[in-house]
């Protein structure tokens, strides 16, 4: 697996920060509550799981698409007028997209990358 890399990741407003999938997506209003929920979603299948059973043909979806970092760490603060998400995984840029648009859509900014 790839070294970690840590991302900076900013959401302007939580509270209204909702995923186009109702049951999949987060359904709260703190950072540290969001934080919990995306760092499960890197380290466990589940919301991958579940996302692929809506699929119309859910055996065709790439598997490699569910690839999980059991050691993925995500940290949720309240900052000056936004939330921020600090997270460091091993994983690829477009798994983190794709989990965090299921979470709370396009409403969040990535900020920085190392």
């Known amino acids: 697996m790839p070294a970690a890399k840590r991302y900076l990741i900013s959401i ?17 209003d703190s950072p540290e509550f969001l934080a919990r929920a995306f760092e499960t979603a ?13 699929q119309d043909d859910p055996e065709a979806v790439d598997p490699t ?7 993925a760490t995500v940290n949720g603060s309240l ?14 840029h477009a798994i983190i997209k794709h989990r965090l648009d299921l979470l709370i859509g396009q409403h969040w900014k990535l900020r920085d990358v190392s």
């Open 12 to 28: 302007a407003d939580i509270s209204a920060s909702r995923g186009s999938i109702e049951q999949l997506s987060f359904h709260g």
């Open 42 to 54: 890197l380290r466990e299948p589940s919301l991958w799981e579940r996302w692929r059973n809506l």
């Open 65 to 71: 698409t569910g690839v999980i970092d059991p050691s």
């Open 79 to 92: 900052e000056a007028q936004r939330s921020e998400l600090v997270v460091i995984t091993s994983l690829p």
